[in-house]
């Protein structure tokens, strides 16, 4: 899977958004742009993908940028239970060495403060 | 509830002890996988079971040996660990169709420390 590039940490006040930022400038035609996050003490959690076009589901929206080398997910109203390590990963019709793995980074800490 | 389970969720093992983790999907889902979190480290892949054949192994040593009976139940049998095996023992699993799409659910891992 190509290679994404995410800050190490971030913060966010209770009740207001979030744009949690992804560069992935080497992403291929057909690679889908996949999020999940990891709360603390549990297994990572699926939060949503795209390929071209905005994505909008009951967790957060994706916005993908027009050349596709960056995206951002959106969380509309931080929550405290929102605090977790956010990974932005691609995935292609053949991914990486393994085709099926999630190849996971370091991701993004994010903080939301009461 | 992501509908993976996993147990026991805590485990302390000695070097030369034997034991299984195990886990069970009620997703219908074809393809089962174990991840490894060490201490601040990035998710590792271990294995890949799609419809009960292994397809992946990412040069995990054979004192971790995993067992796929059925599409819902994955174990990993450990024997003769190292304390640097200590870590967060995850499983996954998916529908195991179109890769670019195919979503993964993990269950709440198992806490393993080797002694």
């Known amino acids: 899977d190509a290679k994404t590039t995410q800050p190490n940490s971030m913060e966010s006040n209770e009740e207001e958004p979030v744009h949690l930022p992804c560069n992935h400038s080497?992403?291929?035609?057909?690679?889908?742009i996949h999020w999940y996050r990891q709360l603390p003490s549990q297994g990572p959690e699926y939060v949503i993908h795209?390929?071209?076009s905005n994505v909008n589901n009951r967790m957060a929206s994706l916005a993908i940028a027009e050349d596709r080398k960056s995206s951002t997910l959106i969380l509309h109203r931080a929550t405290l239970r929102d605090a977790a390590v956010y990974y932005c990963?691609?995935?292609?019709?053949?991914?990486?060495?393994?085709?099926?793995?999630?190849?996971f980074g370091s991701g993004t800490q994010l903080t939301v403060l009461p | 509830e992501t509908g993976v389970t996993q147990t026991p969720r805590h485990l302390v093992m000695g070097m030369t002890n034997k034991k299984s983790l195990k886990c069970e999907q009620h997703?219908?889902?074809?393809?089962m996988y174990w991840y490894k979190q060490s201490a601040k480290k990035p998710l590792e892949l271990m294995f890949v079971?799609?419809?009960?054949?292994?397809?992946e192994n990412n040069s995990v040593p054979s004192r971790f040996s995993p067992e796929c009976p059925n599409s819902s139940h994955l174990f990993l049998h450990l024997h003769t660990l190292q304390p640097e095996d200590s870590a967060l023992y995850l499983c996954?699993?998916?529908?195991?169709?179109?890769?670019?799409?195919?979503?993964?659910?993990f269950g709440p891992g198992t806490r393993l420390t080797v002694l």
């Open positions: 990963i691609l995935r292609g019709p053949l991914g990486g060495g393994s085709a099926r793995q999630l190849t």
């Open positions: 996954a699993s998916s529908q195991g169709d179109i890769v670019s799409t195919d979503t993964q659910y």
């Open positions: 080497t992403i291929s035609g057909t690679d889908y």
């Open positions: 079971y799609n419809f009960k054949e292994q397809t």
């Open positions: 795209g390929l071209t």
């Open positions: 997703l219908g889902h074809n393809a």
